[in-house]
C-alpha cells in the first residue's frame, strides 16, 4: 500500500497526461493529451493512498488520489479533432478551443475538472469567458460536461454558432443571421466523447439592445432587449 504526499512548484499542462494511472483506458489518456494542448502549471500538490492494483480508487474505501494545480495560459480542446466523428454528427464542424485560460485543474479519483476558469473563446476574440467549467465525472466513460459565462459581440456569438455543431442543433436557423452590439451568454453543454450525436446544449442570451436581422429579407429588429 502507497502512501504518498507531494508538491511540485511548476510544470507543463500539455504533458498532464503522462501522469495519468496506466489502469484508465488509453482513449481517456489519449483525450486528456489531445484537449489539454499547452499551459503553465504551478501550485501542483497530490496524494497517492491505498493498493496501487485499486488506482484511481472508484470507491472512496479503497483510497485517495488526488491532484490539484492552478493553471495559466491553457488551451483546452474539450471536443479534440482526434475524436472520430460519426456520419451525421454535430461533430462535422469543430468545437471551438478556449484559450488563455486561467484556473484550476484536479484530478479527483476517476474524475477531471477545470474550475473557476477564465479566458476567451479560440478565433473569436471578443467572447470573454468570465467564468466557466469543463467537467468529466467518470474518465472510463467520458461524458464532457461545460459550463460557460461569456460576454462579447452578438455578431462573434453567431459565428460560434455557425461555425460549430451549434447550428446543426438549432436547424440552420441562424445561419444568414446578422447583428451588432454585446450580449452575455451561458451555455451548458454534455458532450459523450464515445457519441457526439446524443451531444445536448441549454443556453440563454441576454440582449441589452441589439439590432437584430434573421435573414437578408427580413426587417431589421431594432434595440432588441431581453433574455
Not at 115 to 131: K, T
Amino acid at each position: 500500500i502507497l502512501d504518498l504526499q507531494g508538491s511540485v512548484s511548476r510544470g507543463d499542462a500539455s504533458q498532464v497526461h503522462r501522469y495519468l494511472p496506466l489502469v484508465l483506458p488509453e482513449s481517456t489518456r489519449h483525450y486528456v493529451r489531445d484537449a489539454v494542448l499547452q499551459g503553465r502549471l504551478s501550485e501542483v500538490k497530490f496524494k497517492v493512498k491505498g493498493d496501487l492494483l485499486k488506482l484511481p480508487f472508484a470507491n472512496p474505501k479503497n483510497g485517495d488520489f488526488l491532484v490539484t494545480a492552478k493553471v495559466n495560459n491553457v488551451r483546452y480542446a474539450y471536443v479534440p479533432t482526434t475524436l472520430p466523428a460519426t456520419a451525421s454528427s454535430t461533430a462535422a464542424k469543430p468545437w471551438p478551443m478556449l484559450e488563455a485560460l486561467q484556473g484550476e485543474l484536479i484530478f479527483n479519483r476517476q474524475s477531471l475538472e477545470v474550475r473557476a476558469a477564465q479566458g476567451r473563446v479560440a478565433g473569436l476574440d471578443g467572447l470573454q469567458l468570465s467564468r466557466g467549467s469543463a467537467r468529466i465525472a467518470n474518465l472510463a466513460k467520458p461524458v464532457v460536461e461545460v459550463n460557460t459565462n461569456i460576454k462579447g459581440p452578438l455578431a462573434q456569438g453567431l459565428q460560434f454558432v455557425n461555425t460549430s455543431p451549434v447550428s446543426g442543433m438549432l436547424g440552420e436557423a441562424l445561419k444568414q443571421s446578422s447583428a451588432s452590439g454585446p450580449a452575455d451568454y451561458t451555455m451548458r453543454l454534455l458532450l459523450p466523447l464515445s457519441n457526439l450525436d446524443k451531444s445536448s446544449l441549454q443556453g440563454s442570451l441576454t440582449l441589452p439592445g441589439n439590432d437584430v436581422q434573421f435573414t437578408p429579407q427580413t426587417p431589421l429588429l431594432g434595440r432588441l432587449k431581453g433574455a
